[in-house]
């Protein structure tokens, strides 16, 4: 029988190809070998059950792992999801609706996020983000059985924002209004309300040139560097990818989304995606370029995916977000016993472009190099040129008046 054959598939033929599957995501024999068991045995279940694999979905699923003989193996639940994730790829089981949820919040939260993915472009983590606010405000309006926005007021939408704002920090605050006057206007347009009600949204104060950023000295930033070790192959990965950050500037989304297509040898040059699918090319200089040769040929498991950096241990595939940047980061300064701030990613961007401000270079090649759209964002490193803003910075006052 064909492996190609789809819902005709029978039994051992299911498990020779989802074993084939595992092994290629670069589990280990041994573990292959128990999540086939763990498979043949939902097999089982639902052909004693009469139900086809073809109608397998997570309620199953939970409903098998729930019965007695299952219940204290750990891993099994998340083995027989990814086998259902393996028919759905390959079009023999259904597949999930989305949230399952027919409600009319839903149904408007859904063309939402498809307007901001499909119309605006938006790249996924700032979805994640609109949906983090958008949804509770939803959730909010709905529950007193509404079907529509309309009688939505202006009063409505301040009530909202004045139960919220108090309990978060200042940048979410602003992060909220920014989503909520996006969603607004999205109604407003969808002919949801009868006027804009995003001018209901007061702007969140928040002084954001009122402090210092946070830094680490060119010979810190050397150490945390140097602190992964270079005789195993997550430390050279991870040696490679914190080189792109401390001396390329990349953010973490940039890094996750990096692929093996972006990186163009023989120019050496490097195609960055960043914010607002924009693509820039930097010089991929030549400490960094080493650096990911040698992961590259030497630790980067073989694998289908296309990313650059991946997992070491299985399944192989890309990080899922750039919190996996962020934890190799903070484990870095950890191991050079660095207790700044600021822990991310963009503490070597910063310490990057305040290494520049030290060494002479102006806002505008700052800029450049970090690829800012706004040169107000640059200039938050001005404060930072401790030498030139002494000539400039009067003598404190004295008693009496003199100077």
């Known amino acids: ?44 279940v639902l052909e004693a059950g009469g139900s086809r694999v073809e109608d397998l979905d997570e309620r199953q699923v939970d409903a098998v792992v729930a019965r007695k003989r299952w219940r ?59 949906r983090r606010f958008v949804c ?59 006027v804009d009600l995003s001018f209901a949204i007061p702007t969140v104060r928040q002084f954001r040139k009122a402090t210092v950023p946070s830094f680490l000295s060119t010979k810190d930033v050397e150490r945390v560097i140097a602190s992964c070790d270079t005789a195993t192959p997550v430390g050279r990965r991870n040696r490679a990818l914190l080189l792109l950050v401390a001396r390329l500037g990349l953010r973490a989304g940039e890094i996750v989304r990096l692929e093996l297509g972006d990186l163009r040898w023989r120019g050496g040059e490097l ?59 903070e484990r870095a300064l950890g191991r050079t016993g660095l207790h700044p701030a600021r822990r991310g990613s963009h503490l070597l961007r910063h310490s990057l472009a305040t290494g520049m401000i030290q060494r002479g270079a102006t806002m505008a090649e700052i800029g450049q190099v970090l690829r800012h759209r706004s040169p107000n964002t640059t200039e938050l490193y001005a404060k930072v040129d401790f030498e030139r803003l002494r000539g400039i910075a009067l003598p404190w006052p004295k008693a009496g008046g003199g100077r």
């Not at 099994?76 to 790829?89: K, W």
């Not at 926005?149 to 009063?155: E, F, I």
Request: some cysteine.
């Open 271 to 329: 195609v960055v995606r960043g914010k607002g699918q924009v693509h820039d090319l930097l010089p991929l200089s030549e400490g960094v370029g080493e650096a990911l040769a040698l992961y590259l040929t030497r630790d980067r498991p073989a694998c289908s995916s296309r990313r650059v950096f991946l997992r070491m241990r299985a399944p192989l595939r890309g990080f899922t977000g750039p919190a996996a940047v962020t934890t190799i980061v």
């Open 72 to 130: 204290s193996r750990k891993g099994h639940r998340r083995t027989l999801l990814q086998f259902l994730g393996y028919l759905r790829e390959r079009g023999i089981a259904a597949r999930q609706r989305a949230g399952e949820d027919d409600s009319p919040a839903a149904r408007l939260e859904q063309r939402y996020v498809r307007h901001l993915r499909e119309e605006r472009g938006l790249a996924t983590g700032t979805l994640t983000l609109y």
């Open 1 to 44: 029988m064909s492996d190609e054959s789809g819902a005709s598939l029978s039994r051992a033929d299911h498990l020779r190809v989802f074993a084939a599957r595992l092994g290629q995501a670069g589990y280990a024999p041994k573990t292959v070998r128990t999540k086939i068991r763990v498979v043949a045995g939902l097999l089982q």
């Open 136 to 194: 509770p405000f939803l959730d909010d309006w709905f529950r007193h059985g509404r079907t529509t926005l309309s009688g939505l007021t202006h009063r409505d939408v301040t009530k909202f924002l004045l139960r919220h704002v108090t309990t978060v920090a200042p940048k979410t605050a602003q992060a909220m209004g920014t989503a909520l006057r996006s969603f607004l206007r999205f109604a407003f347009l969808e002919a949801q309300t009868g």
